[in-house]
């Protein structure tokens, strides 16, 4: 799921103004803040983040020891990230990750090959 959401923010970052431009009115703060980075930084950022995810859902289907560790670090990177921003920028919306993401890796944890 991550991979395929940032192939379409990576589309409608590519093509502003096309027929992605209404993805921008779920979260518009998102938009201001990946216009503020620059196009260059913004679609790497995003491309580098879709091939983790991608590579992370390959080696999870593939049941790849590295799958799982990829996944529980791109997680761990994610609850860093909601945690700062609630704590900075005063968004309290960001801890709802918090416990999904503590629950997915607490199952890829226990996971046994």
Same mark, same amino acid.
């Given at each position: !799921?991550? =991979?395929? %959401? ?14 992605? *431009?209404? #993805?921008? &009115?779920?979260?518009? *703060?998102?938009? =201001?803040?990946?216009? *503020?980075?620059?196009?260059? =930084? ?5 491309? !580098?983040?879709?091939? /983790? ?8 289907? &593939? $049941? /790849? &020891?590295?799958?799982?560790?990829? @996944? #529980?670090? %791109?997680?761990? #990177? $994610? ?6 921003? @609630? ?17 997915? %890796? ?5 996971? &046994?090959?």
């Amino acid at each position: !799921m991550g =991979a395929l %959401i940032c192939f379409v923010t990576l589309l409608a970052l590519l093509f502003p103004g096309g027929f992605l *431009e209404p #993805v921008w &009115r779920l979260k518009p *703060e998102a938009h =201001a803040q990946f216009l *503020e980075l620059g196009s260059g =930084a913004s679609i790497g950022f995003m491309v !580098m983040v879709g091939a /983790a995810c991608g590579l992370a859902a390959i080696g999870l289907a &593939r $049941n /790849a &020891r590295w799958g799982r560790a990829l @996944a #529980v670090g %791109i997680l761990i #990177v $994610n609850l860093v990230g909601d945690s700062l921003n @609630a704590l900075f920028r005063h968004d309290p919306k960001t801890l709802i990750g918090l416990p999904i993401g503590g629950v997915l %890796i607490w199952y890829l944890a226990k996971k &046994r090959y």
